[in-house]
């Protein structure tokens, strides 16, 4: 656990399958949302549910996923680090 902890490589954004809205990616899809990307488009909200994590597509007032733990209490890195801008690089 600490050797993971100590990778923080895995704060960086390493997302590969981003979750979506389906009625905003159809409309986006569609065109229906003019020239937009899908992370442009999306207003999403994330968080804890009493169950486990929710998204929730504010701009549609549906639900995206529910993950539910099982009762599980998973481990969670909540650290938030930044890449230097490169100019402050000398
Ligand atoms: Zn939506």
């Given amino acids: 656990?600490?050797?993971e902890r100590q990778d923080l490589s895995r704060l960086f954004n390493r997302?590969?399958?981003p979750v979506v809205c389906s009625?905003?990616?159809d409309e986006v899809?569609?065109?229906q949302a003019g020239a937009v990307s899908m992370q442009e488009y999306a207003r999403l909200d994330v968080g804890f549910s009493p169950v486990g994590l929710q998204v929730w597509?504010?701009?549609h007032s549906v639900n995206v996923v529910?993950?539910?733990f099982g009762g599980h209490r998973l481990?969670?890195?909540f650290r938030c680090i930044e890449?230097?801008?490169p100019d402050a690089i000398s």
């Fill in 1 to 3: 656990m600490e050797d």
């Fill in 15 to 17: 997302i590969e399958r």
């Fill in 66 to 68: 529910h993950l539910d």
């Fill in 29 to 31: 899809a569609a065109g």
């Fill in 23 to 25: 009625r905003c990616a």
């Fill in 57 to 59: 597509c504010r701009r």
């Fill in 75 to 77: 481990p969670a890195d």
């Fill in 83 to 85: 890449r230097p801008a």
